[in-house]
């Protein structure tokens, strides 16, 4: 039970932060957030919780977030700039793995606590890289494209959360099936990996939900720089 009533104070605080930073940083900051939470969501996703006796991982929060920026972007300043933020995080990832398997390398002082920790935590990093860059560029693109394409069907300003939600529901399916297969088969048996499956999967699905109120809070803030930007090109 703690987990649970622990687990909706993170939900709120990992979205309210979202918010904070697009209201304070406007485009600049849904970029950054992008690589923020890139690289924190596969550090959390190493850990596994138990919650009312199911095997889940952490990231999922983080990983809804992704979505949510994506389709932020791609609601107010179009599909390029979705795709755009998709790279820059893909980006990140490559250059935070590369950086910290260097790091690993390192031959440790006599007094240094830190290694076996950091060996521990990004030692699997590979596998769990490869995961993350195969589901997040095929998981995100899909999402940015299938977000443009849902758009056309229902693009009334109050529809948004079909576009969020459905576009992410399908998307974030692929990028979970994509992420275990490679990361964790074999490393659990078949019915660990396919609990992880399933129970990762629905809790993005709640997450996503969850993170439409929140979307459309953001959508509505108004950043100067912004503003500009989208008159010049409208011009």
Known sequence: MFNFSWGVLFVLVNFTFFLICYKFFGRKGLYAWIGVATVVAN????????????????GNTMYVSLYMTSDLLNEKFGREEARKAVWFGFFTLIMTTVIMQMVLVFEPQKGDFAQDAMQKLFGLMPRLALGSLTAYFISQFLDVQLYAWIRKFYPDRNQ????NNGSTMVSSFVDTLIFC?????????????LEIL???????FVLTAVGTPFLYIARNFKHPEDEAALLKSAS
């Open 181 to 193: 297969t490679i990361a964790f088969a074999g490393l659990y048996s078949l019915t660990e990996w």
């Open 198 to 204: 399933f129970t990762t999967y629905i809790a993005k």
């Open 160 to 163: 948004l959360w079909i576009r």
């Open 43 to 58: 550090i959390q996703v190493a850990k596994t919780i138990d919650m009312f006796g199911i095997v889940m991982t952490l």
